[in-house]
C-alpha cells in the first residue's frame, strides 16, 4: 500500500520535471491518502466487522472487498490524474495499476492468489522503463534497484510460505504487462 507514494516520491527526486513543490506535495498527499490511508482505514473497519481475520488477508475470500475497493480508488485517482498534463504520467500509473488489480480479482475465480506485493514491484519497474522511454533518459540505476528489490521481496513472500512461485511470478508480470499495455494504449 506503500509503494505507490514511495514510486512518486522517487519519481520527483529523480526524474527531471517541472512540476512546482506545491503540486508536488499536493500529489504526494493525494497518492499517501488515496493508495494507503483510506484502504488502511477500510481493513480495520473490515477486521472489526469480522470480514476478515487479519490484516494480512491470507485467503481469497478476504482479498474480495479489498480489491474492489483498492480498483476502484486506483482508477478514479488514475482517471482524474490523466485530465491534467503534468499529472498524465501519474495517471497512467494509477490506471495500470487499477487494471493489474482486477487481473488479480480474475485469478479469484481460481482460486490463486496472486502477489500484490510483486504486482506493485512489477507496476514500479514499468513505470520506471516507460518514463525512460518516453523522456529518453537513462534510469539504470532506479531500474536495477526495482529489479533487486522485487527479487528480495519475491523471495521473502516465498520464505515466508506467503505465496507460491506461480503467486509471485504472475505478480510480477501482471504488474509489467498491465504498465506497458496502458502506457501504450492511453
Known amino acids: 500500500m506503500v509503494i505507490p507514494t514511495i514510486g512518486v516520491l522517487v519519481y520527483f527526486l529523480?526524474?527531471?520535471?517541472?512540476?512546482?513543490?506545491?503540486?508536488?506535495?499536493?500529489?504526494?498527499?493525494?497518492?499517501f491518502v488515496t493508495t494507503y490511508l483510506i484502504p488502511l482505514l477500510v481493513l480495520i473497519l473490515l477486521k472489526t466487522l469480522g470480514f476478515i481475520k487479519s490484516f494480512q488477508v491470507h485467503t481469497v475470500k478476504e482479498r474480495k472487498i479489498p480489491l474492489l475497493l483498492m480498483i476502484v480508488l486506483y482508477y478514479v485517482l488514475g482517471n482524474r490524474l490523466i485530465n491534467f498534463t503534468i499529472f498524465e504520467d501519474f495517471g497512467i500509473l494509477f490506471c495500470a495499476t487499477s487494471f493489474g488489480l482486477i487481473a488479480v480479482y480474475l485469478f479469484f475465480i481460481f482460486r490463486i492468489k496472486v502477489s500484490l506485493h510483486l504486482l506493485s514491484m512489477g507496476i514500479m519497474t514499468a513505470f520506471?522503463?516507460?518514463?525512460?522511454?518516453?523522456?529518453?533518459?537513462?534510469?539504470?540505476?532506479?531500474?536495477?534497484?526495482?529489479?533487486?528489490?522485487?527479487?528480495?521481496?519475491?523471495?521473502?513472500?516465498?520464505?515466508?510460505?506467503a505465496h507460491s512461485p506461480k503467486e509471485v511470478y504472475l505478480g510480477f508480470f501482471f504488474g509489467l504487462i498491465a504498465q506497458f499495455a496502458t502506457f501504450y494504449l492511453l
Request: hydrophobic fraction near 50%; glycine fraction near 4%; proline fraction near 4%.
Open 128 to 161: 520506471f522503463i516507460t518514463i525512460s522511454i518516453k523522456y529518453a533518459i537513462s534510469i539504470l540505476p532506479i531500474l536495477m534497484i526495482c529489479f533487486l528489490l522485487s527479487g528480495l521481496l519475491a523471495s521473502s513472500r516465498l520464505y515466508l510460505k
Open 14 to 31: 529523480l526524474i527531471p520535471n517541472t512540476i512546482q513543490s506545491q503540486q508536488r506535495n499536493y500529489l504526494l498527499g493525494l497518492i
